[in-house]
């Protein structure tokens, strides 16, 4: 081999090694393909944290400013691409979701690599689609309302038929705001003239065989952390023979709960 051609394979294999690094960076650095709606990577099923405010009853403006610091310290741990939604259940004892707030986080400026994205532009990106349309849902979601009913393992059974937060979701987790004074069909702590807490709500058991039958096991592997909200007078039961009902109750559904106050 002449040293002519030595020269040209030699430039041939260095024209097929950068057109290999321009081939790789363009498929490992082409932004993927986003839902204009959810913010989701188009097709994935991301894993979904949600916030669920029981208004049906009311609080007062410390305990809507702590509501408000939970929901914004739940924002904030949020991985890139993780889904995050609001719910309440309302007055009329029905879950909503809140402003149809539910979207996956884009990432904000600090969460990128500025070696290949502008974070000033992903900032921008972050507070125009992410951060703004949650502030307007918390306007509404932190204003205290009152309801004749209190439907709350029936809500978080509902919730967990939902498709984008049924058992086939990674990593589900709800965050719980409420004072946990279950009043409905299924059972209800209220009505202390028929004696103890024990004597005037069903087993725990009977409870859980309900929602099963009614909803199916959708509930099973959900984290549930639980912001209890107290209630005056309640609070002894709220502190202990409720929560010892209520863990009884979720560990029966296979649901893992964590409990802190507002």
């Known amino acids: 081999m002449s040293g002519r051609d030595a020269i ?3 430039n041939l294999a260095i024209i097929a090694a950068v057109l290999g690094g321009i081939t790789y960076l363009y498929l490992t650095l082409t932004p993927e393909e986003y839902d204009s709606q959810t913010l989701c990577l188009a097709g994935a099923l991301p894993p979904h944290r949600v916030v669920v405010i029981d208004k049906t009853d009311l609080y007062s403006p410390e305990q809507a400013e702590g509501i408000e610091q939970t929901i914004l310290a739940e924002r904030d741990a949020l991985a890139v691409g993780e889904r995050f939604s609001l719910y309440e259940l309302n007055e009329s004892g029905q879950l909503l979701n809140t402003n149809s707030f539910s979207l996956c986080n884009p990432g904000a400026g600090e969460q990128v690599n500025p070696l290949y994205r502008n974070p000033e532009r992903i900032q921008a990106r972050y507070e125009a689609l992410f951060a703004d349309p949650l502030d307007r849902a918390l306007a509404d979601l932190v204003l205290p309302k009152d309801a004749p009913s209190s439907p709350i393992i029936e809500a978080l059974a509902r919730l967990a038929q939902d498709p984008n937060f049924d058992n086939m979701v990674p ?3 709800i965050v719980l705001v409420s004072d946990m004074l279950q009043n409905s069909e299924i ?3 209220y009505g202390r003239r028929r004696g103890t807490l024990d004597a005037r709500i069903p087993p725990a058991n009977t409870v859980a065989a309900a929602i099963r039958d009614t909803y199916g096991d959708t509930l099973r592997g959900v984290a549930l952390e639980i912001r209890l909200i ?17 863990d009884d109750v979720f560990n ?3 649901v893992s709960v964590d409990w802190a106050d507002i």
Not at 232 to 246: D, K, T
């Open 8 to 10: 040209g394979l030699f």
């Open 171 to 173: 990593g589900r987790r």
């Open 187 to 189: 059972f209800s702590v």
């Open 230 to 246: 107290p209630r005056e007078s309640w609070e002894a039961e709220q502190h202990g023979a409720l929560m010892a009902y209520w």
């Open 252 to 254: 029966r559904l296979g």
